[in-house]
């Protein structure tokens, strides 16, 4: 068993809304090994969204420890947490947040400009993560210039570029058909089985259990339950895909 | 590391038409800047450069000016005999008694404007050295005859060569066109100094003495010969600095700078802040976005800065090719512009919009930019990134 990338101990978050205190995560312990596809699950409001912000170091949790990567992020300043999730983090969002005046290439690079890498590198590194996501040819291409499918792989090859330790998804096929949905679900579990990255997913898509190897449910900001996904008993082979 | 250059220069570009009106009025703020300062340095230019080094100017002792100065014929047979002052061929010594008045003239247009007369005799275009004759003669003595500045010429009924001037209780013929290197003689009428005097019903011959002092000469003690006769109550300076003290009456103008282009500096300030609001606004996820990548709140604010300096740039450039639109079209449209100095008199300037005049209105523009941009700046660099991703 490799040792666990995430760490959550105990972790609550409560939001001031007004005069009242709202509960949106009650004391969650998890962990993630390294190089798994995991699935945060559960109904809205249940704390999904909370938990892959707190892994992410987005936001800080009011109780509780959050430890990625072997970091304690609990402690982290604003700037010091965004320094750190440039290096081991890669995001991918529901509405993809590709920046529209950049092209899908520039969109790449972006957070190789973080980086010590010279424009040459940064230019071929992100040639290769949009190769990967199967849009070489569609570099300068901006944003609105392709299609939701398209975008969404764009922001995949962007969190990739990096090779980050963790890749963080936000309902990443929320806003695509059922055959992009498709598509990039299976390019999660390549990074994932293939790159050896770990990918966790909130998703609302009862078929995305099927892809993943390890399914956490939440409901009223608790972890309710945590199983193996279709991926996870399977172990699919490499290529990838729902038994 | 910073975002790229690129990045914000392409979000201007994107917002372009949506921020013309902001592009507009900063273009309003440079042009009202830019112009008012080629006047004021145009004047100055025009007032500083009719003086020469090499003369002085004899006034009655707490005259700051021709048109309130008088002095009697005994004076200027004195003085032109003191020790230091330079002759010419004939052992002439270099002298210019001077007559000034300032009567009204009917301009073209039918306003009344005061012109300044100069009452001079020959010796008038020695001391004034720069001052040619381009066109007809000079006028001979006690003959109703009128030499024009260039500037004047068809700015007035009757300024053209040929024609005949009214003012005072007579009218004049216009037989000469004179030229001075753009000084404000340009904007004067030359006559006859006794036939000025009678005409304006002057109990003294002259206003005052121009006269050059010969090479080599001490100035000073001549200035003190003149100013500590204690005949006459006289007082002497350079010519350069009787023109520089004409020349501060143009700080009033400064005061007109301040009011007009100020508050439309001011307005085109609060535009660009609320352009760049605006954009906060719009891309409060693009910013939360950026900062989840890791990009820190200081990268945030130097681009949204860039922006809305770049913003301003723009609206530099389009104010910039306005004024010099707009100085053209006077110049073309209207001529020299009469400035009404100090003593009464118009000078007439022509708007000269230079690289200084330019520079300061890049340098009002390029504040208009950055101080109204820094608060919007300052507001999308404090989002924080869970609050900002939460909007999508």
Redo the contacts between chains.
């Keep these: 068993m490799p040792e666990p990338l995430i760490a959550l101990r105990d972790v609550s978050r409560v939001y001031r809304r007004g005069a009242d205190d709202v509960h949106a995560l009650e004391h969650v312990s998890l962990t993630i090994a390294g190089g798994l596809f995991a699935a945060l699950m559960g109904p809205s409001g249940s704390g999904k969204s909370t938990l892959l912000?707190l892994l992410?170091g987005?936001?800080r949790p009011s109780g509780g420890d959050v430890v990625v990567a072997g970091k304690r992020l609990n402690d982290l300043s604003?700037?010091a947490l965004?320094?750190?999730?440039?290096?081991h983090v890669g995001?991918i969002?529901?509405?993809y947040?590709l920046?529209?005046?950049?092209s899908a290439l520039?969109n790449v690079e972006?957070?190789l400009?973080?980086?010590a890498l010279d424009r040459r590198e940064r230019l071929a590194r992100a040639r290769l993560a949009l190769d990967v996501v199967g849009l070489g040819a569609r570099a300068a291409h901006a944003p609105a210039e392709l299609s939701g499918g398209e975008q969404q792989r764009v922001a995949i090859a962007?969190a990739i570029v990096t090779d980050p330790d963790l890749i963080i998804a936000d309902e990443p096929t929320g806003d695509l058909d059922a055959r992009n949905a498709d598509q990039i679900l299976r390019l999660l579990l390549e990074l994932s089985h293939e790159l050896q990255k770990t990918v966790v997913m909130v998703t609302h898509d009862p078929r995305a259990s099927e892809w993943v190897d390890i399914v956490f449910h939440l409901e009223k900001g608790v972890l309710k339950e945590t199983y193996a996904g279709g991926a996870g008993k399977a172990r699919a082979p490499a290529t990838g895909g729902p038994p | 590391m910073s975002l790229p250059i690129s990045y914000s220069v392409r979000n201007v570009r994107a917002r372009l038409r949506r921020t013309s009106l902001t592009i507009a009025v900063i273009a309003l703020a440079v042009v009202a800047s830019a112009v008012f300062l080629a006047l004021i340095s145009s004047l100055q230019r025009t007032l500083v450069s009719t003086g020469s080094p090499a003369n002085l100017v004899v006034l009655r002792k707490g005259s700051d000016n021709d048109g309130s100065s008088m002095l009697t014929l005994e004076a200027y047979q004195a003085i032109r005999f003191f020790d230091g002052i330079a002759r010419n061929a004939e052992g002439q010594p270099i002298v210019s008694p001077e007559m000034v008045v300032q009567p009204t003239v009917r301009a073209v247009s039918g306003t009344r404007e005061n012109v300044l007369a100069r009452g001079v005799e020959p010796m008038a275009l020695v001391v004034h050295d720069r001052v040619r004759i381009v066109a007809g003669r000079m006028f001979r003595p006690s003959s109703g005859e009128a030499v024009l500045g260039a500037g004047t010429v068809g700015r007035y009924q009757g300024a053209r060569l040929g024609e005949e001037l009214a003012f005072g209780r007579r009218r004049w013929r216009v037989v000469g066109i004179m030229e001075a290197a753009g000084s404000s003689f340009e904007s004067e009428v030359w006559v006859d100094a006794r036939e000025l005097a009678s005409d304006a019903n002057r109990p003294f011959p002259y206003s005052g003495i121009r006269l050059r002092v010969a090479a080599g000469a001490d100035r000073d003690a001549l200035v003190r010969r003149i100013e500590d006769d204690p005949r006459y109550a006289l007082e002497a300076k350079p010519e350069t600095d009787y023109y520089a003290e004409q020349a501060k009456s143009s700080r009033s103008l400064y005061v007109l700078l301040v009011v007009l282009a100020v508050p439309v500096g001011i307005a085109a300030g609060l535009g660009a802040a609320n352009t760049m609001f605006a954009a906060v606004q719009a891309r409060t996820v693009e910013i939360g976005t950026l900062r989840a990548l890791g990009f820190s709140r200081a990268t945030i604010l130097r681009a949204f800065l860039l922006e809305s300096f770049g913003v301003a740039m723009v609206g530099f450039a389009v104010g910039a090719v306005g004024t010099l639109a707009l100085a053209a079209g006077i110049g073309a449209v209207l001529g020299d512009i009469g400035f009404t100095a100090a003593t009464f008199t118009t000078n007439l300037v022509a708007l000269r919009v230079g690289a200084g005049d330019l520079a300061a209105a890049f340098l009002f523009a390029a504040a208009i930019g950055i101080i109204g941009g820094l608060l919007p700046a300052w507001r999308a660099a404090r989002l924080r990134p869970v609050e900002a991703l939460r909007k999508a």
Excluded: G, K, M
Excluded at chain 1, 82 to 87: D, F, G, T
Excluded at chain 1, 99 to 102: A, E, G
């Design positions: 912000n992410s987005i936001d604003e700037d965004a320094r750190w999730r440039s290096r995001l969002f529901q509405f947040n920046i529209p005046v950049l520039e972006l957070p400009l973080l980086t962007r």
